[in-house]
């Protein structure tokens, strides 16, 4: 099957501070970016997406930079709450197939 | 307006075994996708479904398969289960190819 990578990388962050969740995409023909949140014994659960000509989209405390030069995607969560522990996936849109990254463990201290 | 549905949440089989897996999207999205989730591997793709023909597939072997009916729910098999493929099984579902796609909560399966 398809996948980016096996190494699940994992930030502590500490409640209150902002966090900045980074992604590597492979594909320059992507246009479409989502970045989702799984919490545990659940499904990956929309956050926000992008499409390949806009740099940067905000939403509710949380802000999504495309950088199409590197191929590099982040997200960033202002004041980060307990519950914004969770695994935070990027995915790419390639020719109508969507390609998920390996995740980003979140944990938020409090 | 209801999510995604996926049943049976759990199930366990043993090798050798087939099973069909369930998932209802949420009303008026005609594409449902497929992804089966792993510590190892992470989401990986099955296939995609869009007015009861298939759109898309990943690079899994025939014994994985599946179907949409015309009211858009989509079943998918896996047939002669071997115990790799222990996993999560999401369903998702969009509008258009231009929406990003709504997550069930997946079925567990684990094969004994």
């Known amino acids: 099957g398809e996948s980016v990578g096996l190494h699940l990388p994992t930030l502590s962050v500490q409640e209150g501070d902002n966090s900045i969740i980074n992604c590597a995409y492979s594909?320059?023909?992507?246009?479409?970016f989502i970045w989702y949140k799984q919490e545990s014994g659940k499904g990956p659960q929309f956050i926000i997406d992008?499409?390949?000509?806009?740099d940067k989209r905000q939403g509710q405390r949380v802000t999504v930079l495309l950088n199409k030069t590197v191929k590099h995607l982040s997200l960033q969560i202002a004041a980060t709450q307990p519950g914004d522990s969770a695994v935070y996936f990027c995915a790419e849109r390639v020719t109508n197939k969507v390609i998920f990254g390996p995740g980003t463990s979140l944990s938020v201290i409090p | 307006k209801a999510g995604v549905t996926q049943t049976p949440r759990y199930l366990i089989k043993t090798r050798g075994q087939q099973v069909t897996l369930s998932c209802s999207p949420i009303s008026g999205h005609r594409s449902v996708s497929w992804y089966q989730q792993t510590p190892g591997q992470g989401l990986q793709f099955l296939f995609e479904?869009?007015?009861?023909?298939?759109?898309n597939k990943g690079n899994f072997p025939g014994r994985f398969s599946g179907r949409q009916f015309s009211n858009s729910r989509s079943e998918m098999n896996v047939s002669t289960l071997e115990l790799g493929d222990s996993a999560l099984y999401l369903c998702?579902?969009?509008?258009?190819?231009?929406?990003?796609?709504?997550f069930g909560d997946g079925t567990r399966l684990s094969i004994l």
């Open positions: 594909n320059s023909a992507s246009d479409y």
């Open positions: 992008i499409r390949s000509n806009m």
């Open positions: 998702a579902s969009r509008l258009t190819a231009n929406q990003p796609q709504h």
């Open positions: 479904y869009f007015s009861e023909t298939q759109r």
